[in-house]
T-cell receptor, first 115, second 109 residues
Framework: GAVVSQHPSRVICKSGTSVKIECRSLDFQATTMFWYRQFPKKSLMLMATSNEGSKATYEQGVEKDKFLINHASLTLSTLTVTSAHPEDSSFYIC???????????FGDGTRLSIL | GQNIDQPTEMTATEGAIVQINCTYQTSGFNGLFWYQQHAGEAPTFLSYNVLDGLEEKGRFSSFLSRSKGYSYLLLKELQMKDSASYLCAVMDSNYQLIWGAGTKLIIKP
């Protein structure tokens, strides 16, 4: 069964709306979670590393004020796309390693469409 | 810089065997992962190699040579459902995953 749960799976909303995506680790604690973005037929692009109890680490070129990350507990990280615009439309995927040096397990992803 | 290379696309026949290669240049090495990703879905974990040699898991096997910076994923008895992208990823010295662009595998009847 799934070890990482991500919700919602699909969001369609108007430009200017803020959208929150949740990523939960099931049956294990994740001090670190990762947020990726993927455009059609392109590779995964790491956006940021979410750290429980501290600030997220953002990759170069990713706006931290645009993509707010909160890792409030050992099993939950959230990504909020603020004031979303059509260019933010993409497939967003979270992942978490089940332990130190362990493979990352992915959520099912969230397909975000901004009209 | 850090670099992962794998072919963009491969085609194989149902029932056959296919080998997907991955070469890497990274700052340090803490393991190599293979993931399968079907179109429109999130990646799913296939295999993990940290020592040289072959790891077999059913129809799928993964090989690693650290001295050559090289790995391959071997898929046997191909089925139509194996049509997907296969992603190679290396964990560097900072335990960050460096991702390849993926190999799209097309299976023909």
């Amino acid at each position: 069964g799934a070890v990482v749960s991500q919700h919602p799976s699909r969001v369609i909303c108007k430009s200017g709306t803020s959208v929150k995506i949740e990523c939960r680790s099931l049956d294990f604690q994740a001090t670190t979670m990762f947020w990726y973005r993927q455009f059609p037929k392109k590779s995964l692009m790491l956006m940021a590393t979410s750290n429980e109890g501290s600030k997220a680490t953002y990759e170069q070129g990713v706006e931290k004020d645009k993509f707010l990350i909160n890792h409030a507990s050992l099993t939950l990280s959230t990504l909020t796309v603020t004031s979303a615009h059509p260019e933010d439309s993409s497939f967003y995927i979270c992942s978490a390693p089940q332990g130190e040096h362990q493979p990352q397990h992915f959520g099912d992803g969230t397909r975000l469409s901004i009209l | 810089g850090q670099n992962i290379d794998q072919p963009t696309e491969m085609t194989a026949t149902e029932g056959a065997i296919v080998q997907i290669n991955c070469t890497y240049q990274t700052s340090g090495f803490n393991g190599l992962f293979w993931y399968q990703q079907h179109a429109g879905e999130a990646p799913t974990f296939l295999s993990y190699n940290v020592l040289d040699g072959l790891e077999e898991k059913g129809r799928f096997s993964s090989f690693l040579s650290r001295s050559k910076g090289y790995s391959y994923l071997l898929l046997k008895e191909l089925q139509m459902k194996d049509s997907a992208s296969y992603l190679c990823a290396v964990m560097d010295s900072n335990y960050q995953l460096i991702w390849g662009a993926g190999t799209k595998l097309i299976i023909k009847p």
